[in-house]
């Protein structure tokens, strides 16, 4: 069984910074790609960033040149530093993991953490 947590979240101020953090335990061989995504109120979730094994990155346009994700493989960690928030940032951010759990075959199951909230506002 695999499990993900998140931390990190918060109310912080616009133009205000986070960092959030997410840490995948249990029975892994190895992780393929880990993700932010996030859900406001009303709407659906999106992709905010991810980031392979081999450390290559992808950001959604909204938060390009803001956030930045990265990743500890020893940790199974990933972090995600947040500048210049804005309200619209305003979500509950949730991680997932795309684990491998057996060594003698590539499958691999996607996990999900419970979210973190954030919340931008004056």
């Known amino acids: 069984q695999v499990q993900v947590v998140e931390s990190g979240g918060g109310l912080v101020q616009p133009g205000g910074s986070l960092r959030l953090s997410c840490a995948a335990s249990?029975?892994?061989?190895?992780?393929?790609?880990m993700s932010w995504y996030r859900q406001a109120p009303g709407n659906l979730r999106e992709l905010v960033a991810e980031i392979g094994s081999d450390g290559s990155t992808n950001y959604a346009d909204s938060v390009k040149g803001r956030f930045t994700i990265s990743r500890d493989n020893a940790k199974n960690t990933i972090y995600l530093q947040m500048n210049g928030l804005k309200l619209e940032d305003t979500a509950v951010y949730y991680c997932?993991?795309?684990?491998?759990?057996?060594?003698?075959?590539?499958?691999?199951?996607?996990?999900r953490g419970q979210g973190t909230p954030v919340t931008v506002s004056s």
């Open positions: 249990g029975t892994i061989v190895s992780i393929k790609v």
């Open positions: 997932y993991a795309d684990v491998r759990t057996r060594a003698w075959t590539s499958d691999s199951a996607v996990y």
